[in-house]
């Protein structure tokens, strides 16, 4: 009589897990996404029915629960806590880091989550180059995909880039046609879409993985850069070479909110000005040389974070991506290094954090909810890899 019991907990698991994919699946549009979140949610009591070992989770839900507390913090401490209440709503954004360790379990979900991941930037990154032929594709007018603004398109398709190439530079994925062809749509929408921190993080990442994995490749970089200059468009190379321009006005721009955001920080370092009041105040701390008097944010997620909510929320956000990090790490490193059977998936998603942290120190890209509903998942990857990888040793069956 048990049997029957079990095949309907396994069909109510794979409900809870569709149903989670389904929200990462359809972040191309956020009301979509943020329905299928909330479905999920609902369902929780049906769909989860194997037991989860809490203390596994620890590093994760620590971290985790000071950054919501902290949050109820900044805004009861706010300059206006009726604006900055607004800013409880990312509670519900959090929820993917809460669901996935318990909806996706073990290696094959979280392979087909990656390579669902993987497939959508591919699909965005279509629609993104197709854009060029309405009129898009220079400065003034950036393709940005389905989505409102050219940052979360590049956002996206950063992580999805990063986890495509973990998969295919660990293990035997790079003998498939359909990774070859998204790498190559991913890659040209990211530098068609003009976005240099995107470009300045994605560089910086390559670059520690050619250390890590092969770093005579580290040779190539210089016969590399005078092909892309000689090859490149000019609006490409004027834009490459204003990353290292500070006459640049977007540049000295990002160098007046930090002076802002310092001033923030100064005054209100516990708490911070409250959710949503770094816009409306940023007036008042601005420099006069600033070229805006306006800024819907201050560019850099540290900065955002720490004027908005006050450091010790800073310092939560930094303890779950340490977390997540280290849990990773000490995955790949049990399991064999570059030899191990999940590797791909552990460096996908320390390749992938490293990425969005670089790009986040010159755009807010945590307080993008596009991006930041993806860059949860990854987050919990190595959360839910606790389950021990399909024939391994008892050894490492004993030490997991």
């Known amino acids: 009589m048990a049997q029957p019991f ?9 409900t809870g897990y ?46 985790l629960g000071l950054y919501v507390l902290l949050l109820a913090g900044s805004i009861v401490a706010s300059y206006d806590p009726a604006t900055s209440v607004r800013g409880v709503t990312e509670v519900f954004t959090l929820l993917t880091l809460l669901l996935a360790p318990l909806l996706v379990r073990g290696e094959r979900q979280v392979r087909l989550a990656v390579d669902v991941l993987v497939f959508v930037a591919a699909l965005l ?10 009129g898009y594709g220079d400065i003034d007018r950036r393709i940005r995909g ?17 986890l495509l190439v973990a998969s295919m530079v660990y293990g035997d994925r790079w003998r498939s046609p359909w990774r070859w062809g998204a790498l190559a749509v991913i890659n040209v929408a990211l530098l068609g879409s003009y976005t240099r921190n995107a470009w300045v993080a994605l560089a910086l990442t390559l670059t520690v993985l050619v250390v890590l994995r092969a770093p005579r490749l580290l040779l190539a970089y210089v016969p590399a850069a005078v092909l892309f200059v000689v090859l490149a468009p000019v609006p490409l190379l004027h834009r490459a070479a204003s990353i290292v321009d500070l006459r640049d006005s ?16 100064h005054e209100r370092p516990l708490f911070g000005l409250g959710p949503e009041l770094v816009e409306r105040r940023y007036p008042i701390y601005r420099s006069p040389a600033a070229p805006r008097y306006d800024v819907p944010h201050l560019h850099n997620n540290l900065l955002q974070l720490a004027a908005e909510r006050g450091l010790p929320a800073l310092a939560s956000y930094l303890a779950l991506t340490v977390a997540a990090l280290a849990v990773a790490w000490r995955g790949y490193a049990r399991e064999g290094r570059r030899a191990g059977p999940r590797a791909d998936l552990y460096v996908g998603a320390m390749l992938a954090l490293l990425a969005f942290n670089l790009a986040g120190l010159f755009e807010n890209n945590w307080g993008d909810t596009e991006v930041q509903r993806v860059v949860l998942f990854v987050l ?13 040793s008892p050894k490492l069956l004993h030490r997991t």
């Not at 990154?125 to 309405?134: D, I, P």
């Open 146 to 162: 389905s989505f409102s603004h050219y940052m979360t398109f590049s956002g996206v398709l950063l992580i999805g880039d990063l």
């Open 125 to 134: 990154a279509c629609s993104g180059l197709s854009q060029y032929f309405v």
């Open 18 to 63: 569709w149903l989670f994919l389904s929200h990462l699946a359809t972040v191309f549009s956020i009301s979509i996404s943020t329905i299928l979140l909330g479905v999920t949610v609902l369902s929780l009591p049906w769909t989860r029915r194997r037991p989860v070992r809490w203390a596994e989770l620890e590093p994760l839900l620590i971290p």
């Open 6 to 14: 079990e095949a309907a907990d396994s069909r109510s698991e794979r």
């Open 380 to 392: 919990a990857i190595p959360f839910c890899l606790r389950e021990p990888a399909a024939g391994a």
């Open 250 to 265: 977007s540049n000295y721009d990002r160098l007046c909110m930090l002076e802002a955001g310092l001033a923030m920080i």
